[in-house]
Protein backbone atom coordinates (compact mmCIF):
# COMPACT_ATOMS: atom_id res chain seq x y z
CA UNK A 1 0.00 0.00 0.00
CA UNK A 2 1.22 3.16 -0.91
CA UNK A 3 2.15 5.55 2.35
CA UNK A 4 0.02 8.11 0.97
CA UNK A 5 -3.17 6.49 1.17
CA UNK A 6 -4.35 5.15 4.11
CA UNK A 7 -6.85 2.70 4.63
CA UNK A 8 -10.70 3.31 5.70
CA UNK A 9 -11.21 2.43 9.23
CA UNK A 10 -14.75 -0.17 9.16
CA UNK A 11 -18.01 1.88 10.05
CA UNK A 12 -19.03 -0.55 12.07
CA UNK A 13 -16.12 -1.66 14.38
CA UNK A 14 -16.89 0.26 17.31
CA UNK A 15 -20.80 -1.73 17.23
CA UNK A 16 -19.25 -5.27 16.86
CA UNK A 17 -17.02 -4.21 19.57
CA UNK A 18 -18.92 -3.68 22.05
CA UNK A 19 -20.91 -6.33 21.60
CA UNK A 20 -18.03 -8.73 22.64
CA UNK A 21 -18.06 -10.32 26.04
CA UNK A 22 -15.48 -8.66 28.39
CA UNK A 23 -14.48 -10.32 32.05
CA UNK A 24 -15.00 -7.50 34.58
CA UNK A 25 -11.58 -7.89 36.97
CA UNK A 26 -11.26 -4.31 37.48
CA UNK A 27 -10.97 -2.94 41.09
CA UNK A 28 -13.29 -0.36 42.46
CA UNK A 29 -11.85 2.67 43.91
CA UNK A 30 -13.25 4.42 47.15
CA UNK A 31 -13.94 7.31 45.24
CA UNK A 32 -14.23 6.49 41.65
CA UNK A 33 -14.11 9.05 39.19
CA UNK A 34 -16.03 9.04 35.96
CA UNK A 35 -13.72 8.82 32.57
CA UNK A 36 -15.97 7.73 29.78
CA UNK A 37 -13.90 8.00 26.63
CA UNK A 38 -16.09 8.79 23.38
CA UNK A 39 -13.52 7.66 20.70
CA UNK A 40 -16.23 8.29 17.16
CA UNK A 41 -14.05 10.41 15.01
CA UNK A 42 -10.72 10.13 16.75
CA UNK A 43 -7.68 10.22 15.15
CA UNK A 44 -3.69 11.39 15.30
CA UNK A 45 -2.68 14.79 15.08
CA UNK A 46 0.08 15.15 12.49
CA UNK A 47 -0.05 18.48 12.67
CA UNK A 48 -1.59 21.59 14.22
CA UNK A 49 -4.97 20.80 12.64
CA UNK A 50 -8.40 20.26 13.06
CA UNK A 51 -8.64 17.28 10.37
CA UNK A 52 -6.96 13.56 10.31
CA UNK A 53 -3.77 13.30 8.83
CA UNK A 54 -3.75 11.87 5.19
CA UNK A 55 0.19 11.25 4.88
CA UNK A 56 2.20 8.47 6.69
CA UNK A 57 4.51 10.16 9.70
CA UNK A 58 8.35 10.05 9.46
CA UNK A 59 10.18 8.39 12.27
CA UNK A 60 10.18 10.45 15.34
CA UNK A 61 12.57 10.82 18.43
CA UNK A 62 12.15 12.21 21.58
CA UNK A 63 9.37 14.34 22.67
CA UNK A 64 7.64 14.28 19.30
CA UNK A 65 4.72 11.58 20.29
CA UNK A 66 1.59 12.91 18.37
CA UNK A 67 -1.43 13.59 20.60
CA UNK A 68 -4.51 12.32 19.98
CA UNK A 69 -7.77 14.55 19.17
CA UNK A 70 -11.39 12.92 20.19
CA UNK A 71 -13.61 15.96 18.55
CA UNK A 72 -16.66 14.27 19.89
CA UNK A 73 -15.74 13.65 23.67
CA UNK A 74 -17.64 16.53 25.75
CA UNK A 75 -17.42 15.73 29.62
CA UNK A 76 -14.74 16.30 31.87
CA UNK A 77 -11.85 13.69 33.12
CA UNK A 78 -10.67 14.67 36.56
CA UNK A 79 -7.29 12.67 36.35
CA UNK A 80 -3.78 12.11 34.69
CA UNK A 81 -2.10 8.92 34.69
CA UNK A 82 1.85 8.41 34.94
CA UNK A 83 3.77 5.26 33.85
CA UNK A 84 7.18 5.33 35.43
CA UNK A 85 9.88 3.07 34.67
CA UNK A 86 13.21 2.37 35.21
CA UNK A 87 14.79 4.67 32.61
CA UNK A 88 11.55 6.97 30.78
CA UNK A 89 8.84 8.61 32.72
CA UNK A 90 5.34 8.71 30.57
CA UNK A 91 2.44 11.24 31.55
CA UNK A 92 -1.37 11.14 29.50
CA UNK A 93 -3.45 13.60 30.25
CA UNK A 94 -6.80 15.37 28.67
CA UNK A 95 -7.34 18.97 27.81
CA UNK A 96 -10.74 20.45 26.52
CA UNK A 97 -10.49 22.48 23.18
CA UNK A 98 -10.58 25.80 24.16
CA UNK A 99 -13.54 26.62 21.11
CA UNK A 100 -15.64 23.60 22.52
CA UNK A 101 -14.51 21.02 19.87
CA UNK A 102 -13.84 18.30 22.04
CA UNK A 103 -10.68 17.50 23.42
CA UNK A 104 -7.33 15.45 22.79
CA UNK A 105 -5.51 13.21 25.22
CA UNK A 106 -1.81 14.54 25.63
CA UNK A 107 1.50 12.54 26.07
CA UNK A 108 4.80 14.02 27.52
CA UNK A 109 7.82 11.87 28.48
CA UNK A 110 10.74 12.40 31.29
CA UNK A 111 13.85 11.14 31.80
CA UNK A 112 13.01 9.04 35.47
CA UNK A 113 16.37 10.33 37.30
CA UNK A 114 14.72 13.95 36.31
CA UNK A 115 11.31 13.08 38.68
CA UNK A 116 11.24 16.18 39.68
CA UNK A 117 10.88 17.31 35.72
CA UNK A 118 7.94 15.32 35.85
CA UNK A 119 5.92 16.31 39.18
CA UNK A 120 6.87 19.67 38.43
CA UNK A 121 4.82 19.36 34.97
CA UNK A 122 2.15 17.44 37.14
CA UNK A 123 2.16 20.16 39.72
CA UNK A 124 1.65 22.66 36.79
CA UNK A 125 -1.95 20.37 35.66
CA UNK A 126 -2.77 19.86 38.99
CA UNK A 127 -2.92 23.25 39.78
CA UNK A 128 -3.76 24.86 36.23
CA UNK A 129 -1.21 27.50 36.49
CA UNK A 130 -2.21 28.85 32.90
CA UNK A 131 1.31 30.68 32.03
CA UNK A 132 3.02 27.77 32.21
CA UNK A 133 0.32 24.95 30.65
CA UNK A 134 -2.48 27.18 28.90
CA UNK A 135 -5.01 24.29 28.92
CA UNK A 136 -4.48 23.10 31.68
CA UNK A 137 -7.38 24.04 33.58
CA UNK A 138 -10.10 21.98 35.15
CA UNK A 139 -13.34 22.39 37.26
CA UNK A 140 -12.62 24.19 40.68
CA UNK A 141 -14.66 21.79 42.76
CA UNK A 142 -13.34 18.73 41.10
CA UNK A 143 -10.89 16.82 42.86
CA UNK A 144 -8.19 15.63 40.12
CA UNK A 145 -6.37 12.25 40.65
CA UNK A 146 -3.31 10.34 39.57
CA UNK A 147 -2.95 6.91 38.63
CA UNK A 148 0.29 5.28 38.57
CA UNK A 149 2.10 2.53 37.72
CA UNK A 150 5.45 0.83 36.72
CA UNK A 151 7.97 0.46 39.39
CA UNK A 152 8.45 4.35 40.15
CA UNK A 153 4.60 4.44 41.37
CA UNK A 154 6.00 2.51 44.64
CA UNK A 155 9.43 4.07 44.35
CA UNK A 156 8.30 7.83 43.96
CA UNK A 157 4.81 7.18 45.81
CA UNK A 158 5.31 9.48 48.69
CA UNK A 159 7.19 12.33 46.47
CA UNK A 160 4.50 12.70 44.21
CA UNK A 161 1.11 12.71 46.56
CA UNK A 162 3.38 14.87 48.81
CA UNK A 163 4.02 17.54 46.24
CA UNK A 164 1.15 17.59 44.65
CA UNK A 165 -1.32 16.75 47.78
CA UNK A 166 -3.62 15.10 45.66
CA UNK A 167 -5.40 11.22 45.57
CA UNK A 168 -2.86 8.61 43.88
CA UNK A 169 -4.15 5.22 42.65
CA UNK A 170 -1.64 2.44 41.83
CA UNK A 171 -2.14 0.31 38.58
CA UNK A 172 -1.05 -2.87 38.05
CA UNK A 173 1.66 -2.31 34.96
CA UNK A 174 1.22 -5.18 32.97
CA UNK A 175 -2.18 -5.07 33.26
CA UNK A 176 -2.15 -1.54 31.81
CA UNK A 177 -0.06 -2.57 29.23
CA UNK A 178 -2.45 -5.30 28.04
CA UNK A 179 -5.49 -2.47 28.44
CA UNK A 180 -3.45 0.37 27.06
CA UNK A 181 -2.65 -1.71 23.85
CA UNK A 182 -6.38 -3.42 23.11
CA UNK A 183 -7.46 0.38 23.38
CA UNK A 184 -4.93 1.39 20.07
CA UNK A 185 -5.42 -2.20 18.29
CA UNK A 186 -8.94 -1.35 18.37
CA UNK A 187 -10.09 2.29 18.45
CA UNK A 188 -7.64 4.76 16.96
CA UNK A 189 -7.32 4.71 13.31
CA UNK A 190 -3.70 4.77 12.00
CA UNK A 191 -2.13 3.63 14.37
CA UNK A 192 -1.13 -0.05 13.95
CA UNK A 193 1.42 -0.57 11.64
CA UNK A 194 4.46 -3.04 9.57
CA UNK A 195 7.25 -1.76 8.52
CA UNK A 196 9.60 -2.51 5.66
CA UNK A 197 11.92 -0.32 3.21
CA UNK A 198 9.60 0.09 0.52
CA UNK A 199 6.68 0.66 3.32
CA UNK A 200 7.83 2.06 6.40
CA UNK A 201 4.43 2.58 7.66
CA UNK A 202 1.85 0.39 6.70
CA UNK A 203 -1.07 0.95 8.09
CA UNK A 204 -3.39 -1.97 9.32
CA UNK A 205 -6.88 -2.22 9.45
CA UNK A 206 -8.40 -1.82 13.02
CA UNK A 207 -9.20 -5.37 14.02
CA UNK A 208 -12.31 -7.26 16.18
CA UNK A 209 -10.90 -10.51 16.91
CA UNK A 210 -7.09 -9.57 18.39
CA UNK A 211 -6.71 -12.41 20.68
CA UNK A 212 -4.58 -14.07 21.25
CA UNK A 213 -1.12 -12.24 20.50
CA UNK A 214 2.27 -11.37 21.68
CA UNK A 215 3.09 -8.32 23.52
CA UNK A 216 6.88 -7.53 23.67
CA UNK A 217 7.49 -4.44 25.82
CA UNK A 218 10.69 -3.18 25.47
CA UNK A 219 11.80 -0.66 28.34
CA UNK A 220 15.21 -0.58 30.37
CA UNK A 221 14.08 -4.72 30.68
CA UNK A 222 11.85 -7.08 28.35
CA UNK A 223 8.61 -8.96 29.04
CA UNK A 224 7.08 -10.75 26.68
CA UNK A 225 2.72 -10.96 27.23
CA UNK A 226 1.05 -13.79 26.03
CA UNK A 227 -2.40 -12.41 25.96
CA UNK A 228 -5.11 -14.59 25.59
CA UNK A 229 -8.13 -12.25 26.00
CA UNK A 230 -9.16 -8.76 28.24
CA UNK A 231 -7.53 -9.08 31.14
CA UNK A 232 -6.31 -12.75 30.52
CA UNK A 233 -2.52 -12.69 30.25
CA UNK A 234 0.88 -14.41 31.17
CA UNK A 235 4.41 -13.49 30.98
CA UNK A 236 5.79 -15.87 29.47
CA UNK A 237 9.54 -14.33 29.08
CA UNK A 238 11.54 -12.00 28.84
CA UNK A 239 15.49 -10.56 28.64
CA UNK A 240 17.85 -8.40 30.78
CA UNK A 241 18.95 -7.11 27.49
CA UNK A 242 16.70 -3.95 26.57
CA UNK A 243 16.79 -0.36 26.46
CA UNK A 244 18.69 0.20 29.46
CA UNK A 245 21.30 -1.77 28.42
CA UNK A 246 21.73 0.09 25.51
CA UNK A 247 21.61 3.47 26.87
CA UNK A 248 24.13 2.56 29.18
CA UNK A 249 26.76 0.81 26.78
CA UNK A 250 26.73 3.96 24.96
CA UNK A 251 26.96 6.10 27.49
CA UNK A 252 29.76 4.33 28.30
CA UNK A 253 31.52 3.98 24.88
CA UNK A 254 30.25 7.34 23.31
CA UNK A 255 29.73 11.32 24.13
CA UNK A 256 26.42 10.95 23.74
CA UNK A 257 24.62 11.91 27.07
CA UNK A 258 20.67 11.20 26.00
CA UNK A 259 18.80 8.25 24.42
CA UNK A 260 17.68 10.60 21.33
CA UNK A 261 21.31 11.43 20.77
CA UNK A 262 22.52 8.26 20.95
CA UNK A 263 19.43 7.01 18.07
CA UNK A 264 20.92 9.86 16.08
CA UNK A 265 24.35 8.60 16.44
CA UNK A 266 23.57 5.20 15.28
CA UNK A 267 21.27 6.72 12.31
CA UNK A 268 25.30 8.26 10.85
CA UNK A 269 27.24 5.05 11.53
CA UNK A 270 28.54 1.90 9.64
CA UNK A 271 28.29 -0.88 11.83
CA UNK A 272 30.87 -2.76 9.57
CA UNK A 273 33.81 -1.12 10.82
CA UNK A 274 33.23 -2.47 14.10
CA UNK A 275 30.87 -6.11 13.87
CA UNK A 276 32.65 -8.80 11.67
CA UNK A 277 30.20 -10.43 9.03
CA UNK A 278 29.51 -13.30 7.09
CA UNK A 279 31.68 -12.19 4.10
CA UNK A 280 34.51 -11.48 6.31
CA UNK A 281 35.21 -15.16 7.30
CA UNK A 282 33.64 -16.62 4.08
CA UNK A 283 34.17 -14.14 1.31
CA UNK A 284 30.82 -13.54 0.57
CA UNK A 285 27.66 -15.44 1.40
CA UNK A 286 26.62 -18.51 2.70
CA UNK A 287 24.00 -19.59 0.94
CA UNK A 288 23.82 -22.92 1.45
CA UNK A 289 22.31 -22.21 4.83
CA UNK A 290 20.60 -19.03 3.95
CA UNK A 291 23.20 -16.28 5.15
CA UNK A 292 24.11 -13.47 3.06
CA UNK A 293 27.35 -11.13 3.07
CA UNK A 294 26.25 -8.55 5.04
CA UNK A 295 25.08 -10.87 7.95
CA UNK A 296 26.26 -10.18 11.17
CA UNK A 297 28.30 -12.96 12.47
CA UNK A 298 29.27 -11.23 15.65
CA UNK A 299 28.76 -8.22 17.41
CA UNK A 300 32.09 -6.71 17.68
CA UNK A 301 33.74 -8.94 16.31
CA UNK A 302 36.18 -6.98 13.94
CA UNK A 303 37.07 -4.85 17.56
CA UNK A 304 39.83 -7.12 19.03
CA UNK A 305 41.44 -7.69 16.08
CA UNK A 306 41.76 -3.75 14.84
CA UNK A 307 42.88 -2.84 18.36
CA UNK A 308 45.43 -5.79 18.39
CA UNK A 309 46.86 -4.38 15.44
CA UNK A 310 46.87 -0.99 16.38
CA UNK A 311 48.96 -1.73 19.87
CA UNK A 312 51.58 -3.57 17.78
CA UNK A 313 51.70 -0.15 15.41
CA UNK A 314 51.97 2.00 18.28
CA UNK A 315 52.34 2.66 22.16
CA UNK A 316 49.50 2.80 24.07
CA UNK A 317 48.62 6.22 25.93
CA UNK A 318 49.03 5.02 29.67
CA UNK A 319 47.43 6.34 32.97
CA UNK A 320 48.16 4.77 36.01
CA UNK A 321 49.77 1.77 34.81
CA UNK A 322 46.63 1.04 32.60
CA UNK A 323 45.54 1.66 28.71
CA UNK A 324 43.33 4.54 28.88
CA UNK A 325 39.64 3.63 27.61
CA UNK A 326 39.28 7.06 26.27
CA UNK A 327 42.28 6.06 23.98
CA UNK A 328 41.14 2.58 23.16
CA UNK A 329 37.45 3.67 22.32
CA UNK A 330 38.86 6.82 20.17
CA UNK A 331 39.96 4.21 17.72
CA UNK A 332 36.39 3.78 16.71
CA UNK A 333 33.76 6.13 15.55
CA UNK A 334 30.83 6.47 17.84
CA UNK A 335 28.41 6.50 15.70
CA UNK A 336 29.51 3.09 14.46
CA UNK A 337 29.58 2.10 17.89
CA UNK A 338 26.21 3.02 18.33
CA UNK A 339 25.07 1.86 15.32
CA UNK A 340 26.18 -1.88 16.30
CA UNK A 341 25.22 -1.84 19.88
CA UNK A 342 21.35 -0.60 18.55
CA UNK A 343 22.15 -4.09 16.49
CA UNK A 344 23.16 -6.05 18.52
CA UNK A 345 20.16 -5.51 21.29
CA UNK A 346 17.59 -5.62 19.10
CA UNK A 347 18.59 -8.49 16.67
CA UNK A 348 18.74 -10.30 20.13
CA UNK A 349 15.43 -9.12 20.96
CA UNK A 350 13.93 -10.04 17.63
CA UNK A 351 15.12 -13.50 17.85
CA UNK A 352 13.58 -14.12 21.59
CA UNK A 353 10.47 -13.05 20.54
CA UNK A 354 9.65 -15.28 17.48
CA UNK A 355 10.80 -18.11 19.49
CA UNK A 356 8.37 -17.01 22.07
CA UNK A 357 5.94 -16.79 19.42
CA UNK A 358 6.76 -20.10 17.96
CA UNK A 359 6.66 -22.26 20.92
CA UNK A 360 2.95 -21.02 21.72
CA UNK A 361 1.39 -20.58 18.29
CA UNK A 362 1.07 -16.53 18.24
CA UNK A 363 0.67 -14.70 14.92
CA UNK A 364 0.66 -11.13 15.75
CA UNK A 365 3.76 -10.31 17.64
CA UNK A 366 3.49 -6.34 18.49
CA UNK A 367 6.58 -4.19 20.26
CA UNK A 368 6.00 -2.06 22.12
CA UNK A 369 7.89 0.75 24.99
CA UNK A 370 10.14 3.54 24.86
CA UNK A 371 13.09 1.50 23.41
CA UNK A 372 11.82 1.93 19.62
CA UNK A 373 10.47 5.67 19.58
CA UNK A 374 9.98 5.15 15.70
CA UNK A 375 13.87 4.70 14.92
CA UNK A 376 13.40 2.82 11.53
CA UNK A 377 16.99 0.85 12.01
CA UNK A 378 15.03 -0.42 15.50
CA UNK A 379 11.90 -1.45 13.40
CA UNK A 380 13.80 -2.47 10.45
CA UNK A 381 16.05 -5.09 12.58
CA UNK A 382 13.26 -6.72 14.81
CA UNK A 383 10.65 -6.75 11.18
CA UNK A 384 13.62 -8.14 9.18
CA UNK A 385 14.25 -11.07 12.13
CA UNK A 386 10.50 -11.94 12.31
CA UNK A 387 10.37 -12.25 9.11
CA UNK A 388 13.53 -14.20 8.26
CA UNK A 389 12.88 -16.60 11.16
CA UNK A 390 9.37 -17.40 10.68
CA UNK A 391 10.24 -17.30 6.81
CA UNK A 392 7.36 -14.73 6.21
CA UNK A 393 4.94 -16.51 8.50
CA UNK A 394 4.95 -13.83 11.42
CA UNK A 395 4.91 -9.96 10.96
CA UNK A 396 5.85 -7.24 13.35
CA UNK A 397 3.46 -5.09 14.35
CA UNK A 398 4.61 -1.44 15.82
CA UNK A 399 2.54 1.49 17.35
CA UNK A 400 2.97 5.23 16.89
CA UNK A 401 2.74 5.68 20.87
CA UNK A 402 4.22 2.42 21.54
CA UNK A 403 6.00 4.37 24.86
CA UNK A 404 2.46 5.01 26.23
CA UNK A 405 0.54 1.49 26.59
CA UNK A 406 0.76 1.74 30.15
CA UNK A 407 0.03 5.17 30.72
CA UNK A 408 -3.15 4.74 28.67
CA UNK A 409 -3.63 1.61 30.70
CA UNK A 410 -3.54 3.47 33.92
CA UNK A 411 -5.41 6.45 32.27
CA UNK A 412 -8.67 4.27 30.74
CA UNK A 413 -8.55 2.13 34.48
CA UNK A 414 -10.03 4.94 36.23
CA UNK A 415 -13.51 3.54 35.93
CA UNK A 416 -17.05 4.13 37.82
CA UNK A 417 -18.19 1.85 40.41
CA UNK A 418 -21.51 0.79 37.42
CA UNK A 419 -19.17 0.97 34.32
CA UNK A 420 -19.81 -2.88 34.03
CA UNK A 421 -22.94 -2.12 33.48
CA UNK A 422 -22.87 0.73 31.54
CA UNK A 423 -20.73 -0.90 29.05
CA UNK A 424 -23.22 -2.20 27.39
CA UNK A 425 -26.18 0.09 27.35
CA UNK A 426 -25.87 1.66 23.88
CA UNK A 427 -27.59 4.89 25.25
CA UNK A 428 -24.35 5.89 27.36
CA UNK A 429 -20.63 6.45 26.09
CA UNK A 430 -18.08 3.62 25.81
CA UNK A 431 -16.22 2.44 28.69
CA UNK A 432 -12.65 1.43 27.51
CA UNK A 433 -11.27 -1.48 29.80
Not at 224 to 229: A, R, T
Not at 271 to 285: A, C, K
Not at 326 to 334: I, S, Y
Not at 407 to 426: D, H
Amino acid sequence: MRPDVLPSRPTNSEDTLAERPRKNTFEQLDQPGSVRINVQGAFIVDEESNSPPRTGSPARYGQDTKDIRLPHHKSEVSHMAADIGGSLAKLVYFTRDPNGQGGKLNFKSFETEKIDELISYMDCLVNGEREKLPHATRPLDEPLYVMATGGGAYKYFDKIQETLGVQIYREDEMECLIVGLDFFITEIPYEVFTYSEDDPMHFEEARVDIYPYLLVNIGSGVSMIKVSGPQQFERIGGSSLGGGTLWGLLALLTPARTFDEMLGMAERGDNTNVDMLVGDIYGGGYEKIGLKATTIASSFGKVFKKQTEAITESEVVMENGAASSNGRCGRFAAEDISRSLLYMVSNNIGQIAYLQAQNHNLQHIYFGGSFIRGHHQTMHTLSFGMRYWSKGTKKAYFLRHEGYLGAVGAFLRRQPRNWYENYFNPHVHKRVG
